[in-house]
């Protein structure tokens, strides 16, 4: 499945201009890498594929490369008893790439404790909408009926898939989202998803984290395949009866 036009331009681009960001740091170095710029394609893809990411869209734009960096390997994701359960009897609809806006929409307003607001801007929503029409950017849905009830979402390039946020508005409802994205990205050969900052919610999920090192390695060899530039789909996930 070849790349995006879109995407083949921009990595064009960036060879003949040079990336803003660098593309090696030595251990212990600063996490905040870069501090302005822009959310766009250009910028996104840029930061992406060095290994950084946007804290928030408001500027000046604070670029961030964390040490150490949480991943999962899709193959590695802990299914509890509980969650075994739920995937077993299924109760929802899993969707990929159904309402992209919608869920990147819930992961921005769904409250969280001892968080104001949302660092998922207007602007944000906007180019990262836009990368989705040239399938750089994916959603999994969890639906009952038409409502949305939890889901994710992220970029992809290459074998890599970077998480960007996550939401529930029913328990478990986002764990399902991120084990139906596991399993779909292990049937495509994906190396690994990018979780960005450590938590623990996360490593009981089956994520680990890595050294900045180890992580930009891994990044450079996941970005050596083409990327999955198209809808997503994941066989049957429509709710038992």
């Known amino acids: 499945m070849a790349d995006a036009p879109l995407y083949r331009a921009l990595r ?11 593309s090696r740091l030595d251990p212990g170095e600063g996490e905040l890498v870069l501090l302005g710029g822009d959310i766009t394609p250009h910028w996104l893809v840029a930061a992406y594929t060095c290994g950084a990411f946007p804290w928030t869209g408001e500027p000046p734009v604070p670029w961030y490369n964390p040490d150490p960096r949480l991943i999962l390997l899709p193959e590695e994701f802990k299914l509890s008893r509980s969650m075994r359960k739920l995937v077993k009897n299924l109760a929802y ?3 990929f790439d159904h309402d992209f806006e919608a869920v990147m ?10 968080q104001k607001g949302s660092w998922i801007t207007r602007n944000m929503i906007r180019v990262y909408c836009e990368l989705f029409k040239h399938g750089m950017t994916h959603s999994v849905g969890v639906y ?11 970029l992809s390039f290459g074998r890599a898939f970077f998480g960007e946020s996550m939401f529930s508005l029913e328990p478990n409802t986002s764990k399902l989202a991120l084990w139906a994205l596991c ?4 049937g495509q050969g994906f190396h690994f998803i990018d979780c960005q900052q450590v938590t623990a919610h996360l490593i009981s999920l089956g994520a680990k984290p890595v050294d900045r090192v180890h992580y930009m390695a891994m990044l450079e060899q996941a970005a050596c395949h083409e990327s999955l530039h198209e809808p997503w789909q994941f066989g049957s996930m429509e709710p038992k009866v």
Do not use: H
Not at 12 to 22: A, H, N, V, W, Y
Not at 105 to 114: A, I, K, N, Y
Not at 144 to 154: I, N, S, T
């Open 105 to 114: 929409r819930g992961c921005s307003t769904t409250p969280r404790p001892g």
């Open 183 to 186: 399993e779909f990205l292990k």
């Open 12 to 22: 064009r681009k960036l060879e003949r201009s040079g990336s803003p960001f660098p």
């Open 144 to 154: 009952r009926g038409d409502r949305l009830l939890g889901g994710l979402y992220g």
């Open 93 to 95: 609809a899993i969707r």
